[in-house]
């Protein structure tokens, strides 16, 4: 079994979980924080970041889509129809794009901040960037989420699955991202009754079972996180 | 010939430009200013970000990576020695993961912040974050450069190229970020001499040709930006 730096309030750890589940394949968690740069994970990954994944031979993969390439290249290329990346280069690009947009852009304007507003900070020494939260970085942060969720929506009425006719990385991304915000009870779903319904179809995949019964120490989910039927 | 919209202070978009010269294509350039977010421009990428390659059948490709993925699957895969990308997926990981380190780590830590602060804010509308440069943020930027260097000089003195014993996508991101530092005069490159000697190979490469000769209206490169012995 490979094993992953992760922690469950990171969108890009997320989405390796739900990939590698995908394809019915565990991963042995440990949990990082990337905010106290011990000495020995930085020696995995001099950037400090995570996910990282050691893959065989102990080599450590360091990114969210790094990992996600690696996992095409070694598992995915031979998965047929559950393969979660396209053959055609247009199709692939479309799909790399999604996954750059949820992971990179939804989390810049809006999950990151969240996240550490809401629910880090309080695990975070001061000089570690703890403290009381930062009223306007959440208003900063909620007055973003419309637009992701409108985005998300019109993508989710127009396509069988956000990136095409297939299942795919995209819909890995986008859920691990919502599914962070819906954990801490920023989405109003009934107003997107597109995306809704898409993410109630992400929500029953096995793959999403463990990122359900995630809990954060000192912020319980939102009342609906790990219902089927929200 | 396919185009390009890009700025020249932008390192995803010079990385994109030293992949398609490496394999001898000539691209059309268009100088997009992502700040103005123009209408017509958000149309071929909702993100509002650069570089955004116009493909075959005018298919709008999102991003430096997307885009290098998109270029190694439809040239770069028949290029034999030539190719930018490994053959085995531990060192594709590799070439990935300094990529990565190189156009958002170097890039959020030091080259976007001189850049806006420098180059950027006397071409912007105070609406668009124009003003005068903040100089906390050019002092916090200047104090991570060293770091930069110091790995990078690290790379370059135990490896033939960066990601290992070829030249690839990472030495084509590490001179993209570097090569603006060195155009705004921010690099002090006796201290690393490793570090030195690769990006006076990365230079005189016919694929670097077009970016020596970019300038920016209002803000003159350091004297020694183009020679080739500097």
Redesign the interface.
């Known amino acids: 079994m490979l094993t992953l730096f992760h922690h469950p309030l990171y969108a890009s750890c997320r989405y390796v979980r739900i990939a590698f589940g995908e394809y019915g394949e565990e991963l042995a968690l440990i949990e990082e924080r990337p905010w106290q740069r011990r000495k020995e994970f930085l020696s995995l990954n001099?950037?400090g970041?995570i996910p990282v994944l050691l893959?065989e031979?102990d080599?450590a993969?360091?990114?969210a889509?790094?990992?996600s390439?690696?996992l095409d290249?070694?598992r995915g290329a031979f998965q047929r129809s559950r393969r979660l990346m396209a053959e055609d280069?247009?199709q692939?690009?479309e799909i790399?794009?999604l996954v750059?947009?949820y992971l990179v852009?939804t989390d810049g304007d809006v999950t990151r901040h969240l996240v550490r507003e809401r629910a880090l900070k309080p695990l975070m020494a001061g000089a570690q960037g703890g403290g009381s939260p930062d009223s306007a970085a959440i208003r900063a942060a909620r007055a973003n989420v419309r637009q992701h969720l409108k985005?998300t929506n019109w993508l989710a009425a127009t396509r069988d699955w956000l990136a095409g006719p297939r299942f795919s990385y995209a819909d890995a991304a986008a859920a691990a991202s919502l599914s962070i915000l819906d954990y801490l009870g920023e989405i109003e779903w009934r107003e997107y009754e597109a995306a809704r319904d898409w993410y109630s179809r992400m929500k029953s995949r096995p793959s999403f079972r463990s990122l359900l019964s995630d809990r954060v120490r000192g912020l319980s989910p939102a009342s609906h996180y790990a219902d089927l039927d929200f």
Do not use: C, F
Request: hydrophobic share 30%; net charge positive.
């Open positions: 001099p950037a970041t893959a031979g080599h993969i360091t990114g889509t790094v990992i390439e690696y290249e070694t280069p247009i692939r690009a790399r794009r750059d947009w852009k985005y």
